[in-house]
T-cell receptor
Framework: DAKTTQPNSMESNEEEPVHLPCNHS???????IHWYRQLPSQGPEYVIH???SNVNNRMASLAIAEDRKSSTLILHRATLRDAAVYYC????????????FGTGTSLTVIP | DTGVSQNPRHKITKRGQNVTFRCDPI?????LYWYRQTLGQGPEFLTY????????KSRLLSDRFSAERPKGSFSTLEIQRTEQGDSAMYLC???????????FGPGTRLLVL
């Protein structure tokens, strides 16, 4: 099972950028890096994903280290609605692409 | 809304009873995944289907659990002889086989008394 390591919790002030780190030292060449977030009593919500290059979308940016052993999810301006548990996930696209979640990072946004 | 739907959203049952959950994936998504999530933990992979074929089952999926996707559209997850340890949120996700992104449903929360 692919494994990721994330801090258990982080805090950010509202309207400031947030950098959520993830270590995945055992990543293989075909593993994709995914970020999802989850609010209480809801299913995980897609945030962003990438393979090798940095990625941007309307929600966030994903910065992937050159050796791919770590990545950082960047929320450019945190809002109260960004408070959630953020999961960094690896998946192998050449098999079933099933996700193996860790315990995630609980993000608190302070008004 | 054309997202993944799951029914029921909540289920309370007594130990030893059988329960069945349903997942309706996004239309035309040929892959369907089941995950289980206990309190304070991330979701754990249980099984997945490509069309109607069940291609992988986690060792977490004991013989009391069975999943089907008979026509390659909706899927059911049945738990026989429920135990208190089965209490969890059961999540379904779907995707296209050639895409990496999975879309999750709202989950079914099971409480076994």
């Amino acid at each position: 099972d692919a494994k990721t390591t994330q801090p258990n919790s982080m805090e950010s002030n509202e309207e400031e950028p947030v950098h959520l780190p993830c270590n995945h030292s055992t990543i293989s060449g075909t593993d994709y890096i995914h970020w999802y977030r989850q609010l209480p009593s809801q299913g995980p919500e897609y945030v962003i994903h990438g393979l090798t290059s940095n990625v941007n979308n309307r929600m966030a940016s994903l910065a992937i280290a050159e050796d791919r052993k770590s990545s950082t999810l960047i929320l450019h301006r945190a809002t109260l609605r960004d408070a959630a548990v953020y999961y960094c996930i690896l998946s192998q696209s050449n098999t079933g692409n099933q996700f193996y979640f860790g315990t995630g990072t609980s993000l608190t946004v302070i008004p | 809304d054309t997202g993944v739907s799951q029914n029921p959203r909540h289920k309370i049952t007594k130990r030893g009873q059988n329960v069945t959950f349903r997942c309706d994936p996004i239309s035309e998504h040929n892959r369907l995944y089941w995950y289980r999530q206990t309190l304070g933990q991330g979701p754990e992979f249980l099984t997945y289907f490509q069309n109607e074929a069940q291609l992988e089952k986690s060792r977490l999926l004991s013989d009391r659990f069975s999943a089907e996707r008979p026509k390659g559209s909706f899927s059911t997850l049945e738990i026989q002889r429920t135990e208190q340890g089965d209490s969890a949120m059961y999540l379904c996700a779907s995707s296209l086989a050639q895409q990496e992104t999975q879309y999750f449903g709202p989950g079914t929360r099971l409480l076994v008394l």
